[in-house]
């Protein structure tokens, strides 16, 4: 089923942006309006959607960059829903909480719900979608939700906003437990990410369509949206193979699978615009900090650099 009925859009490139850059991180140290609207510069003319997580300060202030400037973008707004069940099969034991947490992060979760409803109802021209959580219910989660509690938060976002609902997640639950919030949702959004399940960039395209289509034949009444799909350019070894990555492997994988959208007509959302140093572990070169199209300086990775040859930020 297209999407683009669905979502009232055209089809166009989309990426997933989070702004956070050296000394910043979510709850702490926010980008600026100057640093965004830079970032915003940048991408506009080669993005027309993009993906963000939460609806938190950053969130905000690229809502209002994007007004304010008038720049030609249309958003996908998050709500980043925490754990409200332990999972104790979180392969880095990060997926328990005491009781008396698990409560407060239901009350948490339903403020953050209400929040994306009052931005999406404050910004009905730049949200064309909204999301009721990221990664929440994937096996393993280390913030794990019920899919119970999924289908609440998203009926609660129909009831009070207009956008289409979704709900981000790996294409695996999808074919399984997942299965009861796909009446509940407009279209289905999923993750697929060949480097993490150990293939070479030569199975990687491939391995990316069998996910697709493993998730779109499931469902054929149902739109179904990439949501997050990327190549990261280092590794410590640490679950991605340092010999699978590299700049030139991202360029590859980037441009088979922008190709590949849009003669499938389908909505893929690249992850990410800028690498972020904030993520994953202290180590320098864990994948997770890597997976920018840009460098975490603004400089342009091989696969933008034809576009961003000259670029210099110290202009």
């Known amino acids: 089923m297209n999407y683009t009925k669905v979502l009232n859009i055209e089809p166009g490139n989309a990426i997933c942006y989070s702004g956070f850059r050296e000394g910043q991180c979510p709850g702490l140290v926010y980008p600026s309006y100057e640093q965004i609207k830079?970032?915003?510069?940048?991408?506009?003319?080669?993005?027309?959607?993009?993906?963000?997580?939460?609806?938190?300060?950053?969130?905000?202030?690229?809502?209002?960059?994007?007004?304010?400037?008038?720049?030609?973008?249309?958003?996908?707004?998050?709500?980043?829903?925490?754990?409200?069940?332990?999972?104790?099969?979180?392969?880095?034991?990060?997926?328990?909480?005491?009781?008396?947490?698990?409560e407060k992060n239901k009350i948490y979760n339903e403020n953050r719900i209400k929040k994306l409803i009052r931005l999406a109802n404050q910004y009905p021209d730049i949200i064309f979608s909204l999301s009721a959580g990221n990664e929440a219910c994937v096996e393993?989660?280390?913030?794990?939700?019920?899919?119970?509690?999924?289908?609440?938060?998203?009926?609660?976002?129909?009831?009070?906003?207009?956008?289409?609902?979704?709900?981000?997640?790996?294409?695996?639950?999808?074919?399984?437990?997942?299965?009861?919030?796909?009446e509940e949702i407009d279209f289905i959004s999923i993750h697929t990410y060949p480097v993490w399940e150990y293939k070479n960039i030569h199975e990687a395209m491939e391995y990316t369509k069998e996910n697709y289509y493993s998730v779109a034949d499931t469902y054929p009444h149902k739109p179904v949206v990439i949501t997050e799909a990327g190549w990261t350019t280092y590794s410590n070894g640490r679950g991605i193979d340092p010999n699978n990555v590299s700049e030139e492997y991202q360029k590859t994988y980037i441009n088979d699978l922008v190709n590949w959208s849009h003669v499938a007509t389908i909505l893929t959302f690249v992850f990410e615009a800028f690498d972020e140093s904030w993520k994953g572990s202290s180590e320098a070169l864990e994948p997770e900090k890597h997976w920018g199209l840009f460098k975490v300086d603004r400089m342009p990775k091989l696969v933008m650099e034809s576009f961003f040859s000259g670029f210099n930020m110290s202009k």
Not at 66 to 74: A, D, G, H, V
Not at 75 to 95: D, H, Q, R, S, T
Request: hydrophobic share 35%.
């Open 38 to 102: 830079e970032d915003l510069l940048l991408l506009n003319g080669h993005w027309k959607y993009l993906r963000l997580y939460d609806c938190d300060e950053h969130s905000e202030t690229v809502l209002e960059v994007i007004k304010k400037e008038k720049l030609n973008f249309k958003v996908m707004l998050g709500a980043y829903i925490v754990a409200e069940k332990n999972n104790y099969g979180c392969p880095w034991g990060g997926g328990t909480y005491p009781k008396e947490k698990l």
């Open 140 to 182: 393993w989660t280390d913030h794990y939700v019920p899919v119970e509690s999924v289908i609440n938060y998203v009926r609660m976002i129909k009831q009070g906003a207009k956008q289409p609902v979704t709900f981000c997640e790996n294409y695996v639950p999808w074919l399984n437990k997942l299965k009861p919030l796909v």
